[in-house]
């Protein structure tokens, strides 16, 4: 089982850029995809953002494209979200989450993921 720690919320002006960190412990990091998943007041849990295994590839809602940059560091086994030009429709919590399957492609539905941290809150002020 993996544990997985959310950091780096907080609150920040339209236009603003923040960035989140997630820290993996308990299994095998380097071997899985990570993405990172939002969820506004009152909605669903959505996409934001994956990354294969090896790093090499990358996904992105189109509500982000171009703004938010996943990345990550199997030697630290964290992944980040670089959040620039924040608006804020993207006021919501971040959740971080590991594909359940070993050398997977990135996943972007939520049953593909098995283990999810416990939320960093984002808000943006208009």
């Known amino acids: 089982q993996v544990q997985l720690v959310e950091s780096g919320g907080g609150l920040v002006q339209a236009g603003g850029s923040l960035r989140l960190s997630c820290a993996a412990s308990?299994?095998?990091?380097?071997?899985?995809?990570m993405a990172w998943f939002r969820q506004a007041p009152g909605k669903e849990r959505e996409f934001v953002a994956a990354?294969?295994?090896?790093?090499?590839?990358?996904y992105y809602a189109d509500s982000v494209k171009g703004r938010f940059t996943i990345s990550r560091d199997n030697a630290k086994n964290t992944v980040y979200l670089q959040m620039n030009s924040l608006k804020p429709e993207d006021t919501a919590v971040y959740y971080c989450?590991?594909?359940?399957?070993?050398?997977?492609?990135?996943?972007?539905?939520?049953?593909?993921?098995?283990?999810w941290g416990q939320g960093t809150q984002v808000t943006v002020s208009s």
């Open positions: 990354i294969s295994w090896t790093g090499s590839s990358t």
């Open positions: 989450a590991v594909r359940t399957l070993k050398y997977g492609s990135p996943g972007t539905l939520e049953h593909e993921f098995g283990s």
């Open positions: 308990g299994r095998t990091f380097s071997s899985y995809a």
